[in-house]
Every structure is written in C-alpha cells, then in structure tokens.
C-alpha cells in the first residue's frame, strides 16, 4: 500500500511540474495547438450525429486496425472539412458515397475535400479507414494513449485513456469538446478468449472466425471524445440494480477473476451510497439508458461514460490516502466517488473548450464534500473541503487558454471545490443551493458549456451577483484579502484583489458570538459591528479562503 501510494504522490508532483511548464510555456503554442483548440469554419460547417467506430487490437503487436462512420448534419454550405487523428495513425482511406475522396494532413488534422458542395441542412456521411500503433501510455491516466499491461495469470490486460491530449490519439473523430455524437456504436475485436468492456450496453457478441471476437457497445446519449473507451481483458461480470429516480438502474461490474470477491464487498459498500448522494445534490444519474457500469482498469481511474475505469485495488481513499487529511477520506472509495461524480459534471455536462475544465473538475472534486456531507453532516462536508486547500499551490490560474487544447492548473481541483463550498455559504440556504446543482443538471442536461453558462445560472438562481467572485478565483492566483483598519475603535472593512470592481459577502463575528454578512468593496467603508474590538473581531476563515490583515482568523466551523 505504501509503495502504491508513493508511486501515486511521485507521479502526481512529477504530472503537476510537467503541466505548470506547459502552463509557463503558454506563449508557444503552435499552429498544431489551434488545430486541435480552435472551432474554424472546417469543423463547425457540420455537426456529429452518430459514430460507429469498428476497431481491431492486435496486442501481441500493439497495433490497431478499423473504421469510423461519421453521420453528420451541414450546418453551412461546403465541399471540405476538418477531422482529427494523431499523426503516427495512418489514415488509409476516406469513403464518400462508396468513392474515395481527396484528403490532406497537417500535424494531427485530417482535411477532407468533398466532390460536391454539402448543402447547409443536408445528413451524410463519410468513414475514415485507419491504422496503426497509437501511442502507449506511460502514465495513464495522468498522459493519453493505450496502456498494454498482463493481469496476474499472465493474460493481456489492456485499456484506453486519453483524456487532455484528445481521442484522437487513438480513433479517427471530430475532436473538439463541443460538439458531442447523440449516439454511438462501439465494435472493439480482440483475441478470443478475452473480452471487451466499452461505453453504454452490449447489443451482440460475434466470433470472427479468425481468432478475434467482436463486441458491440450501443451508447444511447451524447457522449464527449475523451469517455469513449476500450477495456480488454480476460473479465467476470456481476450485476445489481438501483432503485433510483427515474426507476431501476442497471448496475454492471467487469472485474479480473481473481478480484471478484474484493470487488463484490468493494462495490456493494460504496456504489449505492454513492448513487443516493448524487442523485439528491444533483438529480437523477443522467445515463440510465445506459446503465452504470464499473470496469477494473490497470490504470488508476477514469470518468468514462456509463464505464467508469476504477484502478483503486479495492481500498478506501485514494490508494488508500486520504487527500484531505481529514479522515473523512478513508472512509470510502475515492475512484467510485470522484470519477462517478463526472457523469453529472464533466459527462452530462461538458465544457466546450478544455480552457474550462475546471467546470468538470471543480464540481467534481466538490461532490465528495457533498458526498461526506450527505453521509456524515455537513460540518464533515465543510471540513472534508477545508482539508483540500492543501493541494492549492496558487501558481497559475484555474482557467486555461482558450482555442488551443490548454486546460488550467491543477488548483482547479481543490480550488475549484473550496470555492464552491464558499459559494454556498454565501447563499446562506442549503435548499436554494441544493437547488442550484440540481437546475444547472436539469437547465444544462446533455449539454456542452461556457464558462458564462455555468457562472451566470449560479448568480441568476442564487440572486446574488457573483461574478466578481468567480472572477478573482479561477482568473487569478492571489487570494483577496480582507484588511480591517481601525479608526476611534470601529473597524473599516475593505478587499484587495486582482478582479477589477471585486466583492464579496464575508462572515465576520465578536468572538463567542454570531457571525454575520458583510459586503465589503475595495473602498474602504465603515461597517458597524456591535462589541467588536481588534482583539475580539474574526472573520470565517474556514470556510472562506481568503486573507486576513487588522482581523482574527476565525477559530470556530
């Protein structure tokens, strides 16, 4: 357990040197970058209805063979598009109408020039035949591409994951976060005698006859690039299902033999508890037509759609750690926790531009505090979040560079989550914020978001303008600081903050007593506060993350 879970801190400061570099190094972005960030007139002239991706693994070679069907609708007049497939992938032929067409590439983009004009409202269709040995994960999930590894008998163990870098690293798409297929069809063939566990629900399985078997995954519901998955293995299935509310959910686990039992005790604790918490914070799980699956992965863990990738080897935490150092953390899964948390925030809902990731992350990390407080009240919530500021490194802004496939720090994690607990005191009303989460699934369902999407619901549904706030944390690094000065014994209450025009209501008490809403602006402004002196003034520091100056930092939660 301990050597897991130093390999996990080591790769996880080694991941996070790696993207602040990146992040340092913004200024050199290339024309390969806004090839696969921005939405030029060759990508958003079409709009993807339905995939169906037909794959062959080799194993033994590590090498990949198939196609993918792209019906789509022309939302303009063109004779040529964009698609997206990684350069060391050969593209072997493009089909249109039964002929092949014209095509051209440019660092990991594929153009495809058309015979005729598509008219603007047409559905056609076109499919990409590829091939190749696509990039093998070092790291996964921390770098993208296929993780080729051996179970404990000796028998192949293999899995996709390749969320940041894109698809595209292994399946020929339109890889871009905004614009989502509505269904999908998944054919993954692999050796005989192993299995394939992939998105959505098993429509056939068929023996080749030439040593391969084919497995057909249907996905019902808009699925973003990045969750569609391959997980090939030598699987046992075990099933439940869960009274939730949109009636029985279907849940299915894909284990290895040897972990059956483990995973029966490990699933049965955690799932359901899981599922009951969500579906109160957030609505009903939104995939129930295509059930929920976990699949065991040989690589920590993944928020793939309807087939959460879970590598946590049965334990509580995360590798057994609890990133809170709170305790509240070793008392469930981390991996069924935190990547379920994603079909709400991430899957269902889906920023349009890696730039906003935080919206998949923030939300998420925030679920388990909500998961806890469900479970075990909320001050356990409150204090499961406060425990999180200590992966805050307040380097670099939470929010990425748009247009060019660059997400954000890492903050966006914690940061994200303590900001969200911040959001909600300020509200000041658990039902109204409860609400809140449940509106932006229910207003935002299935759908691809903006940054102004999702912080404009938040301060129109609450009533409370919060943009300043949003603003100051996710634009910015440094904390706003609350200074309090004091002039004939009252206290002047002003902030210091980056945000241009920043605000916020804060809680400030007399030790012992009460605490009470302030709204202070950058100009400093006398606020009367009965029985406060400089020895006894606090301010809630707990579960506000800011700065102090003049003022006590609050002991109490």
């Known amino acids: 357990m301990k050597k897991l879970l130093l390999l996990a801190l080591f790769f996880g400061l080694v991941h996070t040197a790696l993207r602040a570099q990146l992040l340092v190094e913004k200024s050199k972005f290339t024309h390969a970058d806004s090839l696969r960030g921005t939405l030029t007139p060759l990508r958003t002239c079409y709009d993807i209805n339905y995939y169906h991706l037909d794959v062959k693994f080799d194993i033994d070679k590590k090498f990949i063979s198939g196609s993918n069907l792209f019906k789509f609708t022309a939302t303009q007049d063109f004779k040529k598009l964009q698609f997206d497939l990684f350069a060391n992938l050969k593209v072997e032929k493009v089909l249109y109408k039964k002929h092949e067409v014209a095509f051209t590439r440019e660092a990991n983009a594929v153009f495809v020039t058309f015979p005729k004009t598509i008219l603007k409202g047409t559905r056609d269709t076109f499919t990409v035949y590829y091939s190749g040995n696509p990039t093998v994960a070092k790291n996964a999930p921390w770098d993208g591409g296929v993780v080729y590894t051996v179970d404990t008998t000796g028998k192949p163990w293999v899995a996709t994951a390749c969320e940041g870098v894109g698809a595209s690293i292994w399946w020929p798409n339109k890889d871009h976060l905004s614009d989502e297929v509505d269904s999908m069809l998944i054919s993954i063939s692999v050796p005989k005698g192993l299995k394939d566990v992939s998105n959505g629900r098993l429509r056939k399985v068929t023996d080749l006859n030439d040593g391969y078997t084919r497995f057909d995954w249907f996905v019902a519901n808009p699925i973003n690039n990045y969750d569609v998955a391959a997980n090939i293995g030598d699987y046992a299935e075990f099933k439940d299902t869960y009274d939730g509310e949109k009636g029985n959910l279907d849940l299915d686990y894909w284990v290895l033999p040897s972990d059956l039992e483990k995973a029966k005790a490990q699933f049965g604790a955690n799932v359901k508890p899981m599922l009951q918490a969500f579906e109160h914070w957030f609505g009903p799980y939104p995939f129930y037509e295509d059930g929920y699956k976990l699949v065991e992965t040989p690589h920590l863990g993944m928020e793939h759609q309807s087939a959460v990738a879970y590598g946590n080897h049965f334990m509580n935490g995360y590798l057994g750690y609890d990133l ?211 020895e006894n003034l606090e301010a809630d520091t707990f579960n506000f993350y800011i700065s102090v100056s003049g003022i006590n930092k609050g002991t109490e939660k």
């Open 324 to 534: 809170s150092r709170t305790g509240w953390g070793k008392k469930w899964d981390y991996i069924i926790v935190h990547e379920s948390g994603h079909e709400w925030f991430g899957n269902s809902i889906t920023a349009k531009d890696l730039a906003d990731m935080w919206i998949h992350e923030g939300f998420t990390n925030y679920s388990e505090g909500l998961f806890v407080d469900f479970h075990y009240g909320k001050q356990a919530g409150e204090e499961y979040i406060n425990g999180l500021r200590v992966g805050i490194a307040n380097k670099y802004p939470v929010v990425g560079e748009y247009g060019v496939n660059k997400e954000g720090s890492e903050d966006m994690y914690p940061k994200g989550a303590v900001l969200l607990n911040m959001i909600r005191t300020i509200i000041d009303n658990d039902e109204k914020w409860r609400g809140i989460l449940r509106g932006l699934n229910k207003t935002f369902y299935h759908q691809t978001v903006t940054y102004d999407d999702i912080t404009g619901y938040i301060s129109k549904q609450s009533g409370i303008d919060l943009s300043p706030v949003f603003n100051q944390y996710l634009h910015y690094t440094k904390l706003p600081a609350l200074e309090v000065t004091w002039k004939d014994g009252k206290p002047w209450f002003r902030w210091i903050a980056e945000a241009k025009g920043f605000t916020m209501p804060v809680r400030v008490k007399v030790k012992g007593e009460e605490y009470q809403f302030i709204t202070p602006t950058t100009t400093a402004q006398a606020i009367n506060i009965p029985g406060a002196t400089k």
